[in-house]
């Protein structure tokens, strides 16, 4: 092929990609064939919201009317008393906005009800990956990668230094301080999210320990979440009776979004699990463990290969510096 049908090609290329428009001033909205979308963003004139995931941060501009989300994240904002008339779907059932635009969700692997969503229009798909993991956990299956022509992808830890230890070593480390912390007479504390790393965290002592679960309120809120979605985890509210005695006896492990003072004549030694922990220090914690609900960078790495989008647009974290790796991987991509 000579260079200039190569250029033209290229051309037509970007014509067909350019039915998607960023609009730049309204966090992250786009304009798909003339459907405004806006994504974990706040909504703008008809616009269809879509909400990935019930972290707190990607609900603070919840709409009650034109939202799309999945069904276990409607059902997590209505526990935690959010409330509104919006459209959920099930993964992998397309929804029909137009006769030639349909959307879908797929697992992102995050927390419980994460989704990607999947936009089809004339032949070109975008793909939005909200806050993703593509590693399996004890709780949640791993997102697969998933074809797009623009793929928009978080890059939370999208610098190679956010390389991650295999998650069965960070368990087997995270095992091994709960019996040291236990043998010598404390009460080994995890102050982790509410939803997604405290069940994590809640389902790694059921599997490999015969110790009791105590978590706070509002972990147990969420728990409750998973159980009905199929994921039976054993645990003591510190609002039962049962568990403010196993708490006050103190052989357990406390699982809670804050650090409280526990009633318990035992000392509490306090750990904190987050992607972060494999950069900082956190000196105001008796442990860190390097533990994250997001892909580190050879994941989004892996992730963006196997997609093999035309266009790759990085949000979040290290954008700028993500994209620019995978420009040198010649992969056409910007930060938003
Ligand atoms: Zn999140």
Redesign the pocket.
């Known amino acids: 092929m000579d260079r200039e049908s190569v250029k033209s090609i290229e051309y037509l290329e970007i014509l067909r990609l350019s039915r998607v428009k960023i609009l730049r001033e309204h966090g992250l909205a786009l304009d798909v064939g003339g459907v405004k979308f806006v994504f974990d963003s706040k909504p703008i004139d008809n616009s269809i919201q879509l909400i990935s ?1 019930a ?1 707190l941060d ?1 609900v603070d501009t919840l709409s009650q009317m034109n939202v799309i989300m999945t069904n276990e994240t409607s059902s997590i904002l209505k526990s935690i008393g959010r409330r509104g008339n919006w459209t959920t779907i099930d993964y992998g059932i397309g929804l029909i906005i137009l006769d030639d635009l349909k959307i879908f969700a797929e697992s992102s692997g ?2 419980l009800g994460s989704a990607q969503f999947i936009i089809d229009t004339d032949g070109l798909r975008l793909v939005y990956t909200g ?1 993703l993991n593509i590693y399996d956990s004890l709780v949640h299956e791993g997102a697969k990668p998933v074809d797009s022509d623009i793929l928009i992808i978080e890059s939370t830890y999208g610098e190679p230094s956010y390389r991650f230890p295999s998650r069965e070593k960070i368990y087997a480390n995270i095992v091994k301080w709960i019996l040291k912390t236990v043998n010598s007479g404390q009460i080994p504390a995890f102050k982790v999210y509410s939803l997604g790393k405290s069940q994590e965290i809640i389902q790694l002592i059921n599997a490999y320990l015969d110790i009791p679960v105590v978590v706070s309120q509002s972990v147990a809120r969420i728990s409750e979440k998973y159980r009905e979605y199929g994921k039976p985890l054993e645990y003591l509210s510190i609002n039962s009776i049962e568990g403010l005695e196993v708490l006050r006896h103190g052989e357990c492990v406390y699982v809670s979004s804050f650090r409280d003072e526990l009633p318990s004549r035992k000392k509490t030694r306090w750990a904190v699990a987050t992607g972060w922990a494999i950069r900082y220090r956190y000196s105001s914690y008796d442990m860190a463990f390097p533990l994250s ?1 997001h892909s580190d960078y050879d994941g989004l790495i892996k992730y963006v290969e196997e997609s093999s989008p035309k266009q790759v647009y990085t949000i979040h974290g290290f954008a700028k510096e993500f994209s620019r790796h995978l420009v040198r991987r010649g992969i056409r991509a910007s930060p938003l």
Request: glycine share 14%; no cysteine.
């Open positions: 995931h972290h990607h995050h927390v806050d609900g």
